[in-house]
Each structure stands twice: as structure tokens, then as C-alpha cells.
């Protein structure tokens, strides 16, 4: 378990906090907001209303004792740069800011952010990928030009073994789990058989990825 401070309820800030309770962190949230915190009480059971520019704010929550520190503000830049800027004079561990395009991020890695998040642009980047190439019903950008996607196993792929289908060599991806049903099988070998309603979890260059017709 780890602990989160998430500032900035929007639409991004929520969803994230909740996923991370749900997964059994410890979450609080805060947005200046008082309607907004009124609204998502009921979700979480440390929602605080404040300003985060404000540094009696941050000071009253302990920003030193979270493990991360998520600014998810994203209409108003200004008033993201200087939390990340107080969270990093205070201490915090590691903070995640958010950006909507590549300036934004530049400033704020400059001005110490530990990590950069593009929400809107990834899930973007996720269904261009989705809708070029049908057959691929998730993808994620990965460091390094790299992709990680889910497949669903072609039909003509079914009965056969990894190693038969010569996946690798034929389209320089590499088979790193099978979803089968509940299950998930890790690194399978290349004697494993694929059966129908099997999705692969696979890994390979991003512009080869894209290139992907079966």
C-alpha cells in the first residue's frame, strides 16, 4: 500500500484517486473547490477543500509524508507550476504534474517534477492506434519508441503454437503473456499452443506495431 496526495478533483484527478483506493492505497484529495469536494465525499473518506497555492495548505497536510504528490490541475497552468514548485520546496517525495502539451511538460520538468502525464494525449495516442489497426484492443506507449498492446488471437492462429507461428521473426513482436479466460499465462514458450478467446499481451516497436495485419 501506498499513499497518495491527489490535488485537483477534475475528471482526471477523480478517476485516478478512486482507481488508486480501489487498488488499496491510501488517497487523499483536495480541490479548492467546495461543491466539487461535497460532491465526491461520499467516494473518499479524505476529501479536504483548500487552495494548494496557498502554502498553510500544503504545510496542514504534511506533503513530506506521501509517497506521491499528483497535481492534476489542468486548466490553470499557472496555479500548477506553483504547487509543483511548494511541493518541491516542502519536501515531496516524487510529484506527478500533469500537462496538456509538450511546453507545459518542458516548464514543469524543468521546474523539478518528477514525472509528466499527458491523460488527454495518451488516450488519444490509444484509439488512433485502436482505429488504424482493428484488430488490436489495447495499446500502450512504452519508453524508448516501444509498445506494449493486447491481440486477440486470429483465427487462422488458433491450434497452433507460438513457436510454429514464428511470431517474432514473421512480425518482430514478442509474445510476453496470454489472457485466457480469468487466467493469465506470464512468458509463454514457444511450444504454447494458442486456443480461441485467447488474447495476446505483446510487446515490439511502436511504428512495427502499427504496421500489424494478420
Known sequence: MQSFLIIGMGVFGTHLAAGLQRLGNEVLVIDKNPQRIEEISVDFDNAYTGDCTNPNILKSIGVNNFDRCVVAIGEDFYASIEILTLLKEMGARYVISKAKMERQASILTKLGADEVVYPERDMADRLAMRYHAGSITEYYMLQGGMA?????????????????????????????????????????????????????????????VARLRF
Open 148 to 208: 506494449l498492446f493486447e491481440l486477440p488471437v486470429p483465427e487462422k492462429w488458433v491450434e497452433h503454437s507460438i513457436g510454429d507461428l514464428d511470431i517474432r521473426k514473421r512480425y518482430q513482436v514478442t509474445v510476453v503473456a496470454i489472457k485466457r479466460g480469468e487466467a493469465m499465462l506470464p512468458n509463454p514458450g514457444p511450444a504454447q499452443v494458442l486456443e480461441a478467446g485467447d488474447v495476446l499481451v505483446t510487446l515490439g516497436d511502436s511504428e512495427q
